[in-house]
Every structure is written in structure tokens, then in C-alpha cells.
């Protein structure tokens, strides 16, 4: 308390702990054993939130838990509750405490490196100097994201120079730790009260071409029916490059290895490494394993700051109290690093820290990127994939933003408008693909939006996030394949978001009783779409389509969709038609036969629900 009172004190910033209080905003009803945030924080019922933590702390008994997986995995646990709460956040420092053994911890988009661990007994002042550091840096240096400015009227960035205002929450976000962390907030101008912007954070990997560039190339080349680029641009923070390898610059890290499940995360020698492997308590059934890389570092191999920032820190822990806020390059550990795979699930708790695919419908594009499937994977390995590779994966930090704003397919408001969405969507691929030369490779309900007031002739409907999206060479050349290529299996996939929409949504308003047990009990015919290998995804999904099967799959149809099952027919029939007697899987020579007969299916359906109304 006298160390708070004395050597902390006006600056802003606090350490407390939760003691046996769950921390609000908690989906696990986590309690945090010391935390630093805010003195200013407005709390509510005397009860802290995850919202307002900025650095993370565990404290054990036993020094014997330092090197413990269960440890890594309980910070990280927290680590991920403050990517939840604050999905501005850039990165999130850390540290625990075992018995007297203390390491210090950074966790970033992809995943965790540590400090060598110290005695706080033994180097008191090394305890001192890690305290009131966390209390003395800068938001920046927190891994707040300053880039997003705050007035008196809330957050706003500046695009172009344009100022835009974002909406206090965002639209979506991720609570995961190793993923691009994307979060889209709504935006419109200063002097507007329409939300016609979506102002989108993200950290892709550096080996894929930017969202962004494709988007603007799209525009440029005349595509409709999908989102509009306005601007695009890699984030700075205090002139610096906001990016995973500018954080670890100046680190050395060894090759990771595979050991034992047995065996702890971190090894006693400098030059090791370590790598723990558990199964999955959620996602795929059995298949999904977690590797955390532990890549080794000599204490000496390594630095935490340069020496000037080093002394600088010294100069502001020495003598009396005359504490100084000064910049450091953020970068706190010189120890092990730790990594998540991308891919690959992890549980903590009950929750995963790893990006839990939830796509139902391209969960399989991870496996499918590591395959190459139909040789359009990137030319260069993928730092996120290709873990054998590298240490780390580097990913960017940028900002896009794009218009208009709309609602997620499954907000629909009217069967029709749900028909009208993925028909201007479906046509929006199509422009994609033959106007701009672009495949959009991740067709989804997640990726389908619902435009807010179009204009008059205006899509309804628009597709996202070409985060990964590829430029064509060329266009395929037309010859016949028995194996479909992948820009057709894209347009297959919109046939597979309008029966997942059928059968998973509709219960609204319906009366029925227990509507969830009824809905888990008709999505079980999906399991097999979104759990399993790339192969056994792609089998489900093609046997469903054969005759019989395909009626046992809309006789699960919800209530409000009942009316569709003669679409959902027609729209089958336009991509696995009958030939000698058995279902087409082929290409068809022709792209104009898919996109045509499906736009036309939709059509169609969309006229006899307005002679419906009209009756």
C-alpha cells in the first residue's frame, strides 16, 4: 500500500486485485489476482470491469507453477477476457508471480512470449523497476490503441481527412487471441447523423495482399453488389509501424520443437524449447489439437529495451519520487515465446484462445489453405501456416474503411428481403469475379450483409470482407473438369448459406415451445458441414445434394421457411443437375449456366412471394 501511495502516486494508475470478486464483463466469471487500471474509472457497485484492465497479473504459492502449462494458460484466459472486453486492444502485458519467481508476459495477435523469470526476493529492485513501468507507460505503450481519438462527442478517426465518428460499440469483434482480431465499427461524418461507413481494424498476415488494395482495385475496375472502398492504411502508433515483428524487434527466438504432453512449456537451459500439445475441448470432434511453441531465448540473447530507453527507466526509478511518463518501445520480454497456431483450437477454461472458426459454411479454408487445393494458395508460405518456418507470425495492423453500412444476413426482416440479399449477393460475386478479376474464397452468412435503405436501384444486398480474396492471373480456362475448380465451389457456396439460413434461423414468431431444443435438433443434419477435414466437408455437403438425401435435408426447413423448399430444389437442380442418370459435380463450361440458372431460381421465388402479398 505505502509503494501505491508513495512511488505510484499521481499518476493516474492503481493495482488492485479482484479477490474472491468475479470482474464484470467476465464470460467465465474469471477473478484476476492483481490487475492495474485507472484511478478515475467509473465503477459500477464498487465492482471492477474488463473494460478498464490494463495489465494482467497471477499470483502462485508454489514457484514450482512458473514453468506450468496450466498457469500460461490461466494468464491467457485473462488475456483473452481483455481482448473481449477492450477489441480496440493491441496487445496485452502481463506478468506472474510464483512463490518469489516473477515473469513478465506480452500477448499479441500471435500469442504469447515471456520474459526470463527472476527472484523478487533475491533482485528486489528488479521487482520495483517491472512494477512501476506498467504504472508509468504510456497508453500506447499499454497496447491501447491510440490511432482512434476520443472528444467531447466520443471515438473518431481520420480518413483522407475526413473525421469519422464511430459508434460507442462495435458491430463485431473477436474475443480470441491469436486471430486478425477483427473489429468493425459503424462510422459517419461530423456533420451527418447517418452511419454510412464501416470503419474495419484488422491483422491480417503479412504475406497476404491487403483487403484494402483489392477493394480499391474492385472499384476501379467497376464492380457492383459489393462493399465500397473509401480508404485504406496501415496503422502507426507514435510514428512507429504497428506490426507483430516491430513489437518482438531486437528478440531472438530459437526453432521450435515438438515434446511430450508431459513435459513443461519452458526448459531450464537458455537454448531450448518447449511445445505443449492438448486436445481440444471444443470445436472438431477429436481432431483439433493446440502445439504452443515455446521458442527459446537466452537471458542475454535478447533485450528488452534499447539502452538508452533502458536507462531512462532507471533514471525514473532512482532517487526520490520525481516520476516522469516517457515512451519505450513496448517490447517487455526476452524469454520464451509462446505460439498458438493459427488453425488450431485450444481450450481455456471453456473457451478458446485461439480463433474458434465459427463460420459454418468456410471453416474448412484453413485446411484448404494448407492444401493448396486447385493451386491458388498464396506463391510464398503463409507466416500464420507455415509454422515450421518461422518463429512467429507477423501480422499488420491496419484500418479499412468502407460503405455502406447494413445488417448481418440473419437480421433479416422479411423472408423477401432475406432472397433479395443473397441475389444482389450472388450478382456481386459474379462482378467481382468477371469485372474486377478478383475470387472471393470465403463466401459465408458472416459475409453477406443486408444494406440499410439502399437507393434506388441499389444492391440490397452486399458481400464483405475479401480479407482472403485473391487477384486472378487470368481467367480459368473454360476446359471441362471433373473435379470442381474453386471459383465454382464459391458459387455453390451461396446454395449452402441458403439452406444453412432455412434450417438454422425462422423460429421467430412461430409459438412453438422449447425453440432452441427444436432448432438443435434440425441443425444436426449440418454437423458435418463445419466439423471434420477439408474432405470429409466437402463429401457431406456433396452427398446432401443427391435426391433422397437432399429431401431428408429440407424437410428440416424452420417454419418460416417452409415456402422455400421448391427453391431450394430449383436452386440445386441449376448447380447438380441429372445427366445419364447421375448428379453433375463437374464444371460446367460455361459460369454464366451456374450464376444465371441460380440468379434466375431467386428471381422467381422473389415474384410468387409478392403475388402472394398481393393476394
Known amino acids: 500500500m505505502k509503494f501505491q501511495d508513495t512511488v505510484l502516486s499521481g499518476l493516474g494508475r492503481r493495482y488492485y486485485t479482484s479477490a474472491n470478486q468475479v470482474l464484470r464483463g467476465s464470460e467465465a466469471d474469471r477473478k484476476l489476482d492483481i490487475f492495474l487500471t485507472s484511478v478515475d474509472v467509473t465503477l459500477s457497485n464498487s465492482e471492477h470491469d474488463w473494460s478498464s484492465v490494463l495489465v494482467i497479473g497471477e499470483h502462485k504459492q508454489n514457484p514450482g507453477e512458473d514453468r506450468s502449462t496450466k498457469t500460461l494458460i490461466q494468464l491467457a ?25 516473477m515473469r513478465l508476459w506480452v ?8 520474459s526470463e523469470n527472476f527472484d523478487i526476493h533475491k533482485e528486489p529492485e528488479r521487482f520495483v523497476k517491472a512494477i512501476a513501468g506498467y504504472a508509468l507507460m504510456t497508453d500506447a505503450e499499454l497496447g491501447l490503441n491510440t490511432f482512434i481519438k476520443r472528444d467531447g462527442n466520443g471515438k473518431y478517426i481520420l480518413a483522407r481527412n475526413v473525421k469519422i465518428s464511430l459508434e460507442d460499440k462495435p458491430i463485431a469483434s473477436t474475443k480470441a487471441i ?62 512507429d509501424p504497428d506490426t507483430i515483428s516491430h513489437f518482438r524487434r531486437d528478440m531472438k527466438f530459437g526453432t521450435p520443437r ?62 526520490d519520487i520525481r516520476l516522469k511518463k516517457s515512451k519505450s518501445d513496448g517490447s517487455h520480454a526476452n524469454g520464451t515465446n509462446v505460439r498458438f497456431k493459427e488453425g488450431e483450437l485450444d481450450a481455456i477454461g471453456a473457451h478458446s484462445i485461439q480463433e474458434t472458426v465459427v463460420d459454418s459454411l468456410a471453416d474448412c479454408r484453413n485446411e484448404w489453405q494448407r492444401n493448396n487445393v486447385d493451386s491458388i494458395q498464396e506463391a510464398g508460405a503463409d507466416s500464420l501456416t507455415d509454422c515450421g518456418s518461422e518463429t512467429y507470425g507477423n501480422r499488420v495492423h491496419y484500418c479499412l474503411v468502407t460503405s455502406p453500412a447494413g445488417r448481418p ?11 433479395e440479399a443473397l441475389r444482389h449477393a450472388l450478382r456481386g460475386h459474379r462482378s467481382l469475379l468477371e469485372d474486377g478479376k ?73 409459438g412453438r415451445q422449447n425453440v432452441n431444443k427444436v432448432m438443435r435438433s434440425k441443425t444436426n443434419i449440418l454437423r458435418g458441414w463445419y466439423t471434420g477435414t477439408y474432405t470429409e466437408i466437402a463429401n457431406t455437403k456433396q452427398g446432401h445434394v443427391v435426391k433422397n438425401r437432399f429431401e431428408n ?17 430449383e436452386l440445386r437442380s441449376a448447380l447438380f443437375p441429372i445427366r445419364d442418370g447421375d448428379i453433375f459435380r463437374g464444371t460446367f463450361h460455361d459460369n454464366d449456366i451456374m450464376y444465371d440458372g441460380m440468379i434466375d431460381a431467386f428471381s ?12
Not at 182 to 207: H, L
Request: glycine share 8%; hydrophobic share 35%; aromatic share 10%.
Open 438 to 510: 478478383i475470387l472471393h474464397r470465403d463466401v459465408s452468412e458472416n459475409n453477406i450483409i443486408i444494406t440499410e435503405l439502399p437507393a434506388e436501384g441499389a444492391p440490397k444486398g452486399r458481400l464483405i470482407d475479401l480479407d482472403l480474396a485473391k487477384e486472378l492471373d487470368s481467367m480459368p480456362s473454360g476446359a471441362r473438369h471433373r473435379t470442381r475448380t474453386m471459383q465454382f465451389m464459391a458459387i455453390e457456396s451461396f446454395f449452402y448459406v441458403f439452406i444453412w439460413m432455412c434450417i438454422r434461423h425462422g423460429y421467430e414468431g412461430t
Open 553 to 569: 435435408v429440407i424437410a428440416k426447413f424452420s417454419p418460416k421457411f417452409e415456402n422455400l423448399k421448391p427453391l431450394a430444389r
Open 604 to 615: 422467381r421465388a422473389i415474384d410468387r412471394l409478392i403475388i402472394n402479398q398481393q393476394r
Open 77 to 101: 484466459g485473462y488475456a483473452r477476457e481483455v481482448f473481449g472486453s477492450q477489441p480496440d486492444r493491441r496487445f496485452v502485458p502481463g506478468f506472474t508471480i510464483c512463490g518469489s519467481m
Open 258 to 319: 515438438k515434446l511430450s504432453s508431459k513435459a513443461s512449456w519452458v526448459d531450464g537451459s537458455a537454448e531450448s524449447s518447449r511445445a505443449y500439445s492438448k486436445t481440444s475441448l471444443r470445436g472438431r470432434s477429436g481432431s483439433g489439437a493446440t502445439h504452443l511453441m515455446g521458442l527459446g531465448l537466452g537471458a542475454s540473447s535478447a533485450t528488452t529495451s534499447s539502452s538508452a530507453q533502458k536507462r531512462k527507466r532507471d533514471e525514473r526509478l532512482d532517487g
Open 409 to 419: 444476413l440473419h437480421e433479416y426482416q422479411s423472408v423477401r428481403e432475406l432472397l
Open 178 to 239: 491469436v486471430c486478425r482480431g477483427t473489429t468493425c465499427y459503424r462510422g459517419r461524418r461530423s456533420d451527418s447523423t447517418e452511419w454510412q461507413y464501416v470503419v474495419k481494424f484488422a491483422w491480417p498476415s503479412d504475406k497476404r495482399q491487403r483487403e484494402g488494395e483489392l477493394l480499391k482495385l474492385a472499384k476501379e475496375r467497376g464492380v457492383t453488389g459489393i462493399a465500397v472502398w473509401f480508404n485504406h492504411e496501415q496503422i502507426t502508433i507514435d510514428g
Open 107 to 114: 500477448f499479441d495477435r500471435s500469442g504469447a512470449y515471456n
